[in-house]
Structure formats: structure tokens, C-alpha cells
């Protein structure tokens, strides 16, 4: 017989982050103060104003966990016919982003502080996005902790449904398992297309970082995977 069941503890449900402590520079401090209320879309709980948020009409992508920034802000720059949204809840990212944004005078690139999940669920329409970048996530390397794993089934059917037709989803890891794992869900997706016979090459857009090359200096791995939706 089963035991009841504890509703004191209901069912983990994903995040798309967790939460640390960190440190906030002066310079990121002042961005956030003078860039924040033009480029921070705040959250609501309802549909994102992207139209009104970017003051034009272009194809639209979305970064999930940017760390620092200092990739998105290059991708930004790389394709200025492109708008980008990037999500992260970790203040010092926030603020070092909004830095680059300021120092490169990036137009296209706007940030919603607070939980992807949520996000993509509720601010973002389905069939809406060109893109979607998730580089890196948290690994959560050992076995036990597999399931605190953003990729899973659940949250790629999330994305996909986010896509329109011809849009893609980019990922990007340097733990082997956690390639694997990612390649395992995205294939089993059937809004989803394999681009690659399994692993794509590292495409032009994605910057190499230098944390990425030492370890590929070292012989450390990394692994791309570039899907895109089907037609309806």
C-alpha cells in the first residue's frame, strides 16, 4: 500500500537558475541605476511588450542564464538585424550586462530579471521566437542530481512551442553526460530537427569564451547541439 501523500512538500517543479550570493561591482551598480530603466523589462506575470520594448518589428531570440553577459553582448553586436532577450535572475550578471550594453551602444538587446521557466510560460507568445541560446547551464555533475537538470522533456517542449517554424535552439556544454543527456531529450522532442548527424559544429555566433578555450587547451570537451522546428 502507498503511503499517503505529503502535501507539505509539493512536486519540485524546474527552475532555470540557482540562487547565489554575489558580489555587485560600482560599475555594475551604476549601470543598473542608469541603464536598468530602459533596458530591464519588468515582470509582471503577463505578456512581454517586445514590440513596443524594442520599438521595431525583427526576428527575435532569447538567451537563457547569460552569467556575465559577455557572450550575449558579443552575439548583440555580431547581428544588429536581430533582437535579443536575455533572462537571468543573478544581479551581478544583470548589472555587468547592462555595462556592455552601455559600452558598446547596443540597441537590440533588452533583459528580463527573473525565472525562465516562468518567463517563457507566460511572457513569451507561443510560435514568437527565432531562437533560442542556452550555453553552459549548471551541469549538476553528480548522478543524484541529474534531475535539477534544465533540460528535460518537459522544458524543451516549453521551448520548442515557443519557436516558430524554421526557429532554432542552440546549447552548449563542456560536460560530456550532460551532452549526452541534452542530445537524448532534444531528439525525442517531435516538434524538433536534428541539424546534425548527433553534435553540430560550434556555430559562427557563438563566441568562443576564455574559460571554453583553456579547457580545450587542456583537452576538455564541448559540445554543440543546433535543433530547429518543423513546419507545422
Known amino acids: ?9 509539493p512536486q519540485r517543479r524546474i527552475r532555470s537558475f540557482v540562487l547565489r550570493a554575489g558580489r555587485i561591482g560600482s560599475g555594475q551598480e551604476k549601470a543598473l541605476a542608469e541603464l536598468g530603466p530602459h533596458f530591464l523589462l519588468p515582470w ?33 553586436a555580431q547581428r544588429p538585424e536581430d533582437d535579443f532577450l536575455g533572462i537571468e535572475v543573478h544581479t551581478p550578471g544583470v548589472g555587468s550586462l547592462l555595462k556592455a550594453i552601455g559600452e558598446r551602444g547596443l540597441t537590440n538587446l533588452r533583459i528580463v530579471q527573473h525565472d ?7 511572457g513569451i507568445a507561443p510560435g514568437s521566437l527565432a531562437g533560442i541560446h542556452i550555453y553552459f547551464p549548471d551541469p549538476w555533475h553528480k548522478k ?54 548527433d553534435f553540430a559544429p560550434r556555430p559562427a555566433w557563438r563566441p568562443q569564451t576564455k574559460f571554453e578555450a583553456r579547457g580545450l587547451r587542456l583537452g576538455h570537451g564541448v559540445w ?4 530547429i522546428r518543423k513546419a507545422d
Open 144 to 197: 543524484r542530481h541529474h534531475k535539477r537538470r534544465l533540460i528535460q522533456p518537459e522544458f524543451v517542449r516549453l521551448l520548442a512551442e515557443r519557436l516558430r517554424p524554421g526557429g532554432y535552439i542552440h546549447l552548449a556544454t563542456d560536460w560530456e553526460n550532460y551532452a549526452e543527456q541534452m542530445l537524448a531529450v532534444l531528439a525525442a522532442e517531435p516538434l524538433l530537427h536534428n541539424t546534425a548527424k
Open 44 to 76: 509582471q506575470g503577463q505578456p512581454l511588450e517586445l514590440d513596443a520594448a524594442f520599438a521595431r518589428l525583427a526576428p527575435r531570440i532569447v538567451e537563457i542564464g547569460f552569467g556575465m553577459g559577455q557572450a550575449t553582448a558579443e552575439i548583440a
Open 224 to 227: 554543440d547541439l543546433l535543433f
Open 1 to 9: 500500500m502507498l503511503p499517503p501523500e505529503n502535501t507539505a512538500h
Open 116 to 122: 525562465a521557466v516562468e518567463v517563457l510560460r507566460e
